[in-house]
């Protein structure tokens, strides 16, 4: 059974920092792609980093420069530092993972996900 588990959201000034992860179990870790997706209120869910089963890391524009994606395979955790945090990037954050070893941000359709970390940056 796969499960994703979110960790590490919470308050934090405009300028400020975070790092989210993501413990995954149930399934060959190192061969899916993995992504982080955030959801607004009143929004769309939308892509926001995306790392495929070779490493290679794609971002939303909104993200390029302040959020950096990262994986660690031998501890099927993902990561995603998230500096110079602004006001728009309060949302929920979820953990996703594809069955299939490549994706970019644009392209991945998960077919697990988390429960979802609150990420809330103030003025």
């Known amino acids: 059974q796969v499960r994703l588990v979110e960790s590490g959201g919470g308050s934090v000034q405009a300028g400020g920092s975070l790092r989210l992860s993501c413990t995954a179990s149930?399934?060959?870790?190192?061969?899916?792609?993995m992504g982080w997706f955030r959801q607004a209120p009143g929004k769309e869910r939308e892509g926001v980093a995306v790392?495929?089963?070779?490493?290679?890391?794609t971002y939303a524009d909104s993200v390029k420069g302040r959020f950096t994606i990262s994986r660690d395979n031998a501890k099927n955790t993902l990561y995603l530092q998230m500096n110079n945090l602004k006001p728009e990037d309060t949302a929920v954050y979820y953990c996703a993972a594809e069955d299939f070893p490549f994706a970019t941000v644009a392209t991945m359709n998960p077919h697990y996900w988390g429960q979802g970390t609150q990420v809330t940056v103030s003025s």
């Open positions: 790392i495929d089963s070779e490493g290679v890391t």
């Open positions: 149930g399934y060959t870790y190192s061969s899916y792609c």
